[in-house]
Structure formats: structure tokens, C-alpha cells
């Protein structure tokens, strides 16, 4: 674990392919990925249904072989390896317990199958069931198990073997809300406690936000950005990402005239900002900016832009002001508590905060 | 709320069912019944009496059917069942490939040929062994038996098998077990009760055959279906009621065991 100057990444993935049937109903899970994966990492891979995010991880833990491309675990090629031999282990969705097995003989399937000694498998095994807080259960069958202890049991047996990479394809997609936050907490703290590389797969963004060091975004079997986060929240490349992070205000600009990285934008034929990115005078460019970074000021100050209320809409931690622009275009601004002190009508002028507008690649 | 279809409610339907339930099992109750008749009659009863049971298990020509029919049942189930969990396994945990369901055609072909057939075809291809080695003895009917109880064993064992999701094998490999390892520890404890189930079935199957065990049996070689059939030839007597009770109530002891695992399997 202790190894600074090790910068070799956990799993490179490099051009990989995966196409499924042929001729006319091929469907292309997997289009040219590359990734890199870095030591002790929480990496999200974040992404709607169908966008290969499985198809990756099962690429990973070699359930798959790909048509093209490579896998590397620690610089070393895998991808013709078959799932035994790679040190690598998955927690499933369905978390996949051997329903004949009590929850201590779960966990100790791994280390059996890797010839560990009866008194050392018995001490992870001991050591696993305190991790997870599991200790009273050790005895039960998955079927006696909540889905949230089963989900533990699942982690555990996965963790047990000390893997170099912890896959995980949304092992809390099963679980209520409530436990669901409380196991993000728990996973965390695993990886942290363990320092073993997570990959963890998740269509919910805001778990993404919350857990990972670095997110993936994916789409039709496209990785669509790789970044922190607060990247990928404040500083999305494309639109799809920009649209998949939760709300966003997607605005039209004219650009009329650039320099050195920057140019001047007409936001919405209203405001004119200077933004970061590169484009031609007079091309129109999406511009994204986040509705909680945006405010509202008095009517015809400077550096504003004009809009009319079209409803307001309360969500208990806040409430979302629906706009309309000048041009037509929809806006949310986001205030805390519910007293907008607008209604339905209302001309008001929102003021964007400095470096929230971000120009989107396409 | 619209009424629900409901079959139960159609003119005429709970007299059709019960005249069918009637005609199924009169006749076999009659039978029944009559086993325990005090009287050589088997249509006029005068008293209870266990007598013609005591008969049954004292004639040496039945005892010797039934050991013959319980060898044959338990040697054609066990190895039926080897062969038909192999087939399943084959045609469910491979890649799908070429020709994948034309084995599945080519296993259940059995149930769709007619038996007298396959007896006859069985009859004329042992006829030409047995005369090319100088071969006799009963396993030839162990095979004939081996062979139509597969398909039979087959069913429950793919069902469950379908049922599997590969999901466990795959977390098996994940944890390191080589193939060998996830069929031992994961695939085969899972199949179990498919197993079971699959070899009650073969063993009823080869216990009740008449067809293919009339044609290929050799001298000696009487099963008690076999038997029982010689002996009305000249005429029913009770003992015969007595010896079909038994190899009644054998059947539905391996059915209800075969359905016993069955439920648990969907539970
Ligand atoms: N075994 C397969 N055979 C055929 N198509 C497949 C197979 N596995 C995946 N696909 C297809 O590949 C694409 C990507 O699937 P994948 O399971 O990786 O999506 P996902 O991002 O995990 O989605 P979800 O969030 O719904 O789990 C989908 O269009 C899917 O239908
Ligand atoms: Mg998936």
C-alpha cells in the first residue's frame, strides 16, 4: 500500500471494443474505451441504463473477452486471462451469495479456492465479519439475511481474498434510500480502511458526486469525460454530461470575438460574458451554468439577464424558480427555503455568478 | 369491478371434472379395494383380509419379477440420470452453438417416437449383437431401460439448471474457483434437487415399462409388469390386485418425492 512513487494505474484500459450479435442487430456495448484507473482509487463509472458500464467492469473481471483492446491490472496484460486467475474480485447487483453456503462459508470461498490454510482463512474470515459488522450472523444462510446484510456478506466475501481491484456493479441499487446513504458512508470507509482500488458502477449521479475520487461518464458505450467530481459538476465538457449531472441551465450564446482562449459571449441576446474556450465570431455556442450559481438582482442593474417567472416549484431543501428568457429559452434559478417572493408573471433579472458559465464542446 | 374469468364457474364444468376425476381412479380403486377381498372373486367382496398379500410375497415367481424390476429401475435410473445431467449441462452451460438444438431434439426423441418403435428397433439391433458376439444376459435390458429413462431424468435437471442463474458460477470463478471447482462446490450442490428429481422420474419410468421390456427381455428376465401381465392371461385374481397395489403405491411414493422437490425448488 505504501508505495508513493508508484504511479503504474491500477487498470489501464486501452481501446477496448465489445460488440454483441452481428449483422443487422449488433449493438456496439463497448466503442473504443480507454481509461486509466489509478492506485487506491474510488472510480465511479457513471452512466444511463444501457451505456456499458457492466459490459467494462465484466470486460474487467474477464466474464467477457473483448473484440478489440486491452486490460492491464498494474501494467501487466489480462485480458486473455480467464476470471480464476485474475486478482481482481466483483460484487454483483444481485450481490450472487451462494444460497447453500452459511454467511462465514460465503466469505471463505475465495480463500479456500486460493489453498490459504484452515487457520488463516478462519481469521479473515473473523476479520471480514467485524469489518462489515457481521459478527452475529456468521451461521445464518443468505436467505435469513436482509437485502442490506446480504449486501455486506456480498462486500465482504469480495473483500476477503484481498483483491488489487474491488469491482463493484451497483451493489446499492437494491437498497431503500436510507440505508443506501448509509452504505455509501460504510463503502467509503472500506476502501479508505483497505486502501484496495474500487471501481464502482452507478446510473445514480448523486452517489457518484458523493463517493468517488474520480468519475467516469459514459453514454453509448462512450467514455464522455473522466474527472473529479467538482469537475464534472461545475466543469462539464459536453452536453450530455452537463444534461446527466443533475439540473443545469443550457443557454444559447453568440460568440462575438475571441482571443487567446477566451471570447465574448452574448448570453441569450441579453448579456455579454467573457468565457474560456475557443470558437469562431459568430458561431452560436451552448453555454451551461448551474441553477444554484445563479441569482437573482434588482430589475435592470448591470450584467444581468431578464426573465419572466413561469412557476415556482418547491423541493424541501429548496425551492426552483422556472424562468423564461428573453429568447425563449427555459432557466431555474435555485434559492434556499421556499419564500421566492415572486410569482408566476414577474419580471425579474438573474445575475450568474463569476466563472459559472462554462461553453460546452457540442 | 368486472367479474374475473373464472373457468370454474361454466356451465358443466365441475360435473366434466369430477366424471373425469371418477373415470381415472374408479377402475384403480376397484382394484385396490379388491386386494383386500377374503374371496378368489374380484368383483363380489365378502370380507377384509390381508390373505392375498401374504400369497403374493410367498410366490417365488413374483418375488423374482420384483427383484429383477427394482435392479433394473435402480441401475437404468442411476446411470439415466448420470447421462441426462451431462446432456443438460451440455445444452445449457456451453455457448450456444451449432446444432445446440438438434441435440435437444435428438435427447427428447424418445418421448415423441412411439415406444413400440423403439422396442423393436431395440429387439432387432440387439438380435444382430447378440448373435455377431454370442452376448446374452440382462444388460441389454439395463441398456434399453438406460436409454428411455435420459429424457425422462432430463427435464427436471435442465429446468433447474435453467433456473440457475450463471450469475453463481460466475461469482464462483470470480473467487478464484477453476472450472472443475464450480461445477463441484457451486453448480452440482445447486442441481441437486433437480437430480433427485430427474432420477425419481427415470426410476418410475423403468419400473412401469412394459413395451420396450416385452421385446428385448431375454428368457428369466421377467419384470413384475411383465408378470403380471403372463398371469392374466389367465385370469385376474386378487394377488394380482395385490402385487399392482404395491407397484402402485412404489410409483406414487417416487412421484411424490419427484413433487416434493420439485415445490422446494420454487419455494
Ligand atoms: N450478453 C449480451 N448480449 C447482447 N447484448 C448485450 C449483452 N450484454 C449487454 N448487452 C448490450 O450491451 C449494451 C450495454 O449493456 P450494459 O449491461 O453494459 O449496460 P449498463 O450500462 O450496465 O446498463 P444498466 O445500468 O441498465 O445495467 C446494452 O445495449 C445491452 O443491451
Ligand atoms: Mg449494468
Redesign the pocket.
Known amino acids: 500500500m505504501n508505495q508513493p512513487q508508484d504511479t503504474t494505474p491500477a487498470i489501464s484500459v486501452r481501446s477496448l471494443v465489445k460488440t454483441?450479435?452481428r449483422g443487422a442487430e449488433m449493438?456496439t456495448?463497448l466503442n473504443n474505451v480507454s481509461v486509466d484507473i489509478r492506485q487506491n482509487e474510488f472510480f465511479t463509472l457513471l452512466?444511463?441504463?444501457?451505456?456499458?458500464?457492466?459490459?467494462?467492469?465484466?470486460l474487467i473481471a474477464g466474464f467477457?473477452l473483448p473484440d478489440q483492446g486491452e486490460v492491464l491490472l498494474h501494467g501487466k496484460e489480462i485480458a486473455h486471462l480467464p476470471p480464476h486467475k485474475r486478482p481482481v474480485n466483483t460484487v454483483f447487483?444481485n450481490y450472487a451469495l451462494f444460497p447453500h453456503l452459511s454467511v462465514s462459508r460465503n466469505i471463505a470461498f475465495g480463500l479456500e479456492m486460493l489453498g490459504w490454510d484452515k487457520a488463516k482463512v478462519t481469521a479473515t474470515v473473523e476479520r471480514m465479519l467485524e469489518l462489515v459488522k457481521l459478527e452475529p450472523l456468521a451461521n445464518r444462510m443468505p436467505d435469513q439475511l436482509s437485502g442490506g446484510q446480504q449486501q455486506r456478506v456480498a462486500l465482504a466475501r469480495a473483500l476477503a481474498p484481498e483483491p488489487r481491484v474491488l469491482l463493484l456493479?451497483?451493489p446499492l441499487a437494491a437498497l431503500d434510500l436510507k440505508l443506501r446513504k448509509d452504505m455509501q458512508l460504510e463503502l467509503k470507509r472500506l476502501q479508505d480502511e483497505t486502501g484496495i482500488t474500487f471501481v464502482f458502477?452507478t446510473?445514480d449521479q448523486e452517489e457518484a458526486l458523493t463517493m468517488s475520487d474520480r468519475i467516469a461518464v459514459?453514454s453509448n458505450?462512450l467514455i464522455q469525460q473522466v474527472g473529479t467530481p467538482h469537475d464534472i459538476y461545475y466543469a462539464p465538457e459536453t452536453r450530455f454530461v452537463a444534461d446527466f449531472i443533475g439540473d443545469i441551465n443550457i443557454i444559447r450564446g453568440e460568440v462575438n470575438s475571441t482571443s487567446d482562449g477566451s471570447m465574448q459571449v452574448t448570453l441569450a441576446g441579453d448579456l455579454e460574458m467573457t468565457l474560456a474556450g475557443t470558437a469562431s465570431v459568430g458561431q452560436s455556442v451552448a453555454v451551461a451554468i448551474r441553477p444554484e450559481r445563479s441569482h437573482f438582482a434588482v430589475v435592470g442593474a448591470p450584467e444581468t439577464l431578464s426573465a419572466r417567472v413561469t412557476d415556482n416549484v418547491f423541493f424541501g431543501a429548496g425551492t426552483n424558480i422556472h424562468l423564461m428568457l428573453n429568447n425563449g429559452q427555459g432557466f431555474i434559478v435555485r434559492i434556499q427555503g421556499q419564500e421566492s417572493g415572486c410569482k408566476p408573471g414577474d419580471t425579474v433579472a438573474i445575475a450568474i455568478e463569476r466563472d459559472a458559465a462554462k461553453v460546452l464542446d457540442n | 369491478m368486472a367479474k374475473r374469468f373464472d373457468l370454474r364457474r361454466q356451465t358443466g364444468f365441475s360435473e366434466i371434472a369430477w366424471f373425469c376425476l371418477f373415470a381415472l381412479y374408479a377402475p384403480i380403486l376397484m382394484l385396490v379395494v379388491f386386494s383386500f377381498n377374503d374371496n378368489r372373486s374380484v368383483v363380489k367382496w365378502t370380507e377384509f383380509s390381508l390373505r392375498w398379500y401374504y400369497e403374493a410375497f410367498d410366490n417365488d415367481g413374483i418375488r423374482a419379477a420384483t427383484a429383477i424390476s427394482l435392479k433394473l429401475a435402480f441401475v437404468s435410473a442411476f446411470f439415466g440420470t448420470i447421462f441426462a445431467t451431462m446432456a443438460a449441462l451440455a445444452t445449457t452451460r456451453t455457448k450456444p452453438y451449432k446444432g445446440m438444438y438438434l441435440a435437444y431434439a435428438v435427447i427428447n426423441q424418445p418421448l415423441m417416437i412411439p415406444e413400440i418403435v423403439t422396442a423393436i428397433a431395440s429387439l432387432s439391433l440387439f438380435a444382430l449383437i447378440k448373435q455377431l458376439t454370442g452376448v446374452t444376459g440382462i444388460g441389454y435390458l439395463m441398456l434399453a431401460h438406460t436409454v428411455f429413462t435420459i429424457p425422462f431424468a432430463y427435464m427436471p435437471i435442465r429446468a433447474r439448471l435453467e433456473d440457475m442463474t450463471l450469475t453463481l458460477e460466475q461469482a464462483a470463478a470470480d473467487l478464484y474457483a477453476p472450472p472443475t471447482k464450480v461445477f463441484w462446490k457451486v453448480t452440482f450442490p445447486l442441481l441437486i434437487p433437480g437430480i433427485v428429481a430427474g432420477a425419481m422420474l427415470a426410476f418410475v419410468v423403468s419400473l412401469d415399462d412394459v413395451i420396450i421390456t416385452l421385446m428385448v427381455a431375454g428368457p428369466g428376465e421377467t419384470t413384475l409388469p411383465i408378470f403380471i401381465l403372463g398371469a392374466i392371461r389367465r385370469g385376474i385374481t386378487p394377488e394380482i390386485n395385490a402385487v399392482s397395489t404395491i407397484l402402485l403405491v412404489a410409483s406414487i411414493v417416487f412421484v411424490a418425492i419427484f413433487f416434493l422437490v420439485q415445490k422446494k425448488r420454487t419455494k
Open positions: 454483441f450479435g449493438i456495448a452512466g444511463p441504463s444501457g451505456c456499458g458500464k457492466t459490459t467494462l467492469l465484466r467477457e447487483q456493479d451497483e458502477v446510473h459514459m458505450g
